[in-house]
Nanobody, 124 residues
Framework: VPLVESGGGLVQAGGSLRLSCSAPGFNLDYYAIAWFRQAPGKEREGVSCISSGHGSILYADSVKGRFTVSRDYAKNTVYLKMNSLKPEDTDVYYC??????????????????WGQGTQVTVSS
């Protein structure tokens, strides 16, 4: 599954960014899509997951109330809207899929299809 992230950048603390995850030439409609993030030297952390259809949506405690995951089937794209950003949100953000329809969790080892990542930097 050829996942591609975009939308990263530099933002001040308290600001917002919206990340996108697409799959050119591949239909994501029936797949759950997760977001992860990773800083240098640290473990890759699960952030959120959105199922296909009316399935479950999951968030890590660290982002609940600030991040919102959504999907646009017409655009074959999954979004991660990040509000009230903090310097500790600075990471490379990745989207991933297990190629199944429902989110089973946001544990890294469940996922075997990954994008290349997009850098998010939050300045204080």
């Amino acid at each position: 599954v050829p996942l591609v992230e975009s939308g990263g950048g530099l933002v001040q603390a308290g600001g917002s960014l919206r990340l996108s995850c697409s799959a050119p030439g591949f239909n994501l409609d029936y797949y759950a899509i997760a977001w992860f993030r990773q800083a240098p030297g640290k473990e890759r952390e699960g952030v959120s997951c959105i199922s296909s259809g009316h399935g479950s949506i999951l968030y890590a405690d660290s982002v609940k109330g600030r991040f919102t995951v959504s999907r646009d089937y017409a655009k074959n794209t999954v979004y991660l809207k990040m509000n009230s950003l903090k310097p500790e949100d600075t990471d490379v953000y990745y989207c991933a899929t297990e190629a199944i329809s429902n989110c089973r969790g946001v544990t890294r080892y469940l996922y075997d299809h990954w994008g290349q990542g997009t850098q998010v930097t939050v300045s204080s």
